[in-house]
């Protein structure tokens, strides 16, 4: 290993109590990086990850478990290399550190690329993929769907990180009543995959707790790598807890977004779909449930009252006309008694 | 514990008197006791829907 220069004798001796404008320092750093012997033409080995390119250059972390240096090589240059690179590729690469004056970043240049071979941590990841996959961890006959309107939600993530509040915010701008339960948890670093799965365990066993979000911001796949764990793989699937992700990744390649039962792409994402819009809901499904009530109630009233009308008007129809039958039979009675008097008187019986 | 089975039953609740109150084959006097009980269950469908506070509680 080259011995570290002796960059102060190049680099320009601050006066004392000067003033440097963001420019003027990092115009500084950037000789004191170029003017490195020890910076130039280094050689390193590591694992691609986090790789995306545009049309103007290839972009990606070169990571050995512990430490992370970013990368780039010109489009141009790539395509005369006879490397192709993905994520998990183990390198060797050759270039030169560079200083990036307008961003203040650090990166290599590689002019040279030799592929190695699958890396360590991707070999590992892809075995234990493929185990789980056997054990049927990813089926879908596993997933349960959760609530649609839970009372309360857990979220396992770091209390400082800027995920919860997205979480919080996406839950309560669908549902203001549900409470949110947050679980402290260290979402990188050899730490995580314990810290994560202890918050799954934790919130599970919450009685109350109706769903569980798993999530954190976005970031480079090297700290990302928890979420390829067994631990945490095996805390998701022995949850009896729904359980969504929210990892702020956009592929599918981590093992706790298929072993869920839901990954959302982002923080936000999740909240909007752990609760549903209470609002929505009654516009969508309560109010018309209220008018058909209404409406049914009054076509039903409707044709009871014609029914109603038309008794009453069959009754009047059918009764006989004039006097109760009862005063004709009395009248019967006083005629025929009257008739026998006049018969009699008539005989001279009286 | 989650509102959904709460919500189902009395929605499916007033789903059945609308299509009692269709059919037509009660009486208008039970046919206005079935409109105030789904009216009823309207009302606690709201209720319930409001019920929670929104906390938000931190475990370290």
Redesign the interface.
Known sequence: MAEAPDTEGQAVEPEAGEVLSVSQLNDRIASVVEDAPALDGVRCIGEVTDLHQNSTALYFTLTDGDAELPCMIWANRYRNMEADLEDGTEVILEGDIDYWTEGGKIDLKPWEVIVVGDGDQAAAVERLRSELEERGWFDDEQKQRPPAFPERVGVVTSLRGDARYDIQSAIHEQDPTVDILVKDATVQGSEAPTSIANGIHHLDRSEDVDSIIVGRGGGSDSNLQAFNTERVAEAIFTANTPIVTAIGHTDDRLIADRVADMAAITPTAAGEYIAKSRNDFLASEIDPLEQQLDTAYETFEQDHEHEQELTEAVEEATAPEGLPPVYYKAAIVVLVLLLLLITALWLGVI | ????SD?RRR?DR??E??EQ??A?EV??ED??DL?DE??EL?SE??ER????????????
């Open positions: 514990m989650a509102k959904d919500i929605m007033v789903e008197i609308i109150l269709d037509d009486s208008l046919g206005h409109y789904g009216q309207l469908l709201r829907l409001q019920e929670g506070d929104g906390e938000v509680i931190e475990i370290e």
